[in-house]
């Protein structure tokens, strides 16, 4: 009977354990920090790659528990929902089902010691063999239920052409505010059976998964050409330009910095900031939300930039009775009780802080909406001015498959009209 009560104590273990894993881009431990993931032909691009060629995508993250662990890593084919495929590993991987993460180097001449990993592929160990979506998982000592990370990747294999623009919002009220993306898919070379069933199409901004809009009929064909360019479909908030913080140096001031503070650790005191949305459109460089890592005293950032714990602070009289949030890629723009704000009603004001690696960071302040998505409206306003990326993907389903390819992509930029 103990022996039972064993084997269904481990197992219910192990079922918890596993229900923690989300497909979702996420961190799961709190030692874990500075998660990038990218096309690695351009920094903090867009996560995709085309299927049978020769780029990678970068992974790179950092331990600050200082102590070298092994970490294990895998890849598995989802649906355009984000929902497991639920086929065999050996449908969609050329090879092995599982590797190492070989390459790691642990800081040098920094307050705040940590150990940086790496990995690039496909590589001769795990290379996707089939298009669509992919979740990354990284967990330790070789067990899927003792997860690290998790982020969201795209394979395409291009057999879809995609024309895309981005233009005022159809409705009235929204002109000054939204941008609204119209797209054709020209599917010349394929045989879709039923355009209405075998496709959808998925626009989001800046690479935000939480800002997708789905579409599931276009509005008109004309031969193999699939149009989406209703006038209540693909509509978004222009948003503003993001606000952003220069950390490259820890010895002299930025501009958007107020104090310096560096004894046994770093930490960065920032310039107060006031909410935008009653202010009219100023055009600022931002990175679309991104982060960089850089170190100008040093020579690689990747293992000498060091970390700082990051203040801000939100001036804002009388809107206590709001949750707010600062949100960017650095984040993952996940509003949960590690984004959220403190109010000091006596200073009518919201903070936060958190440790952040030296580099360059685009940031926001957002409130729930009522979908519980992320609203600007409050602190940041929308203009459609605003310089956004938007990223157009294109799903088929073939009949009688059991999973969804990816045959289209295309990255357009809402300034380039």
């Not at 995709?48 to 528990?65: H, K, V």
């Not at 330790?140 to 239920?145: L, Y």
């Not at 005293?297 to 990051?310: H, I, K, L, M, S």
């Not at 936060?352 to 609203?375: A, I, R």
């Amino acid at each position: 009977m103990k022996q039972l009560w064993a084997i269904l104590f481990v197992a219910c273990f192990a079922f918890q354990s596993q229900a923690q894993i989300t497909y979702t881009d996420r961190v799961y431990r709190p030692n874990i920090k500075t998660v990038e993931f990218y096309n690695s032909e351009k920094e903090g691009s867009f996560p995709i790659i085309s299927l049978g060629s020769n780029e990678q995508l970068l992974l790179a993250f950092d331990d600050l528990t200082n102590n070298s662990a092994t970490y294990n890593y895998t890849i598995e084919h989802c649906d355009a929902d984000w929902n497991p495929s639920r086929i065999s590993p050996n449908e969609y991987l050329q090879s092995f089902n599982e590797d190492r993460i070989m390459d790691y180097r642990y800081s040098v001449n920094t307050l705040k010691k940590y150990v940086h990993y790496e990995l690039r592929f496909p590589n001769q160990t795990i290379a996707p063999k089939i298009s669509g979506n992919y979740l990354l998982k990284v967990y330790e000592n070789g067990d899927t239920n003792n997860p690290v990370l998790t982020r969201r990747f795209y394979v395409v294999n291009q057999r879809a052409n995609i024309l895309a623009q981005v233009v005022p919002s159809n409705n009235v009220a929204s002109r000054t505010t939204n941008q609204k993306v119209n797209f054709e898919v020209d599917f010349q070379g394929l045989q879709i059976n039923n355009p209405y069933s075998d496709i959808r199409a998925f626009v989001m901004q800046n690479g935000i998964y939480e800002t997708t809009q789905i579409n599931t009929r276009p509005t008109f064909i004309r031969g193999t050409s699939l149009a989406y360019n209703d006038i209540n479909i693909n509509d978004f908030p222009g948003g503003n330009e993001f606000r952003h913080f220069d950390t490259r140096s820890l010895r002299l001031n930025s501009e958007r910095t107020q104090r310096i503070f560096r004894d046994t650790a770093n930490a960065v005191l920032l310039l107060p900031d006031r909410s935008r949305s009653q202010e009219n459109y100023l055009f600022t460089y931002d990175n679309d939300g991104n982060f960089f890592i850089r170190n100008q005293e040093g020579r690689d950032p990747r293992t000498d930039g060091d970390y700082a714990q990051v203040y801000f602070n939100l001036i804002a009289p009388g809107t206590s009775t709001n949750d707010v949030y600062i949100v960017g890629k650095f984040n993952n723009y996940v509003m949960d009780a590690a984004s959220k704000m403190n109010f000091d009603a006596t200073r009518g004001a919201y903070y936060f802080n958190t440790m952040l690696k030296q580099g360059v960071c685009d940031y926001e302040f957002v409130t729930p909406g009522k979908d519980g998505h992320m609203d600007l409206t409050q602190f940041e306003g929308n203009h459609f001015e605003t310089e956004n990326t938007y990223q157009v993907l294109i799903y088929f389903r073939p009949p009688g498959s059991r999973w969804e390819e990816l045959i289209g992509y295309r990255q357009l930029n809402s300034t380039n009209r």
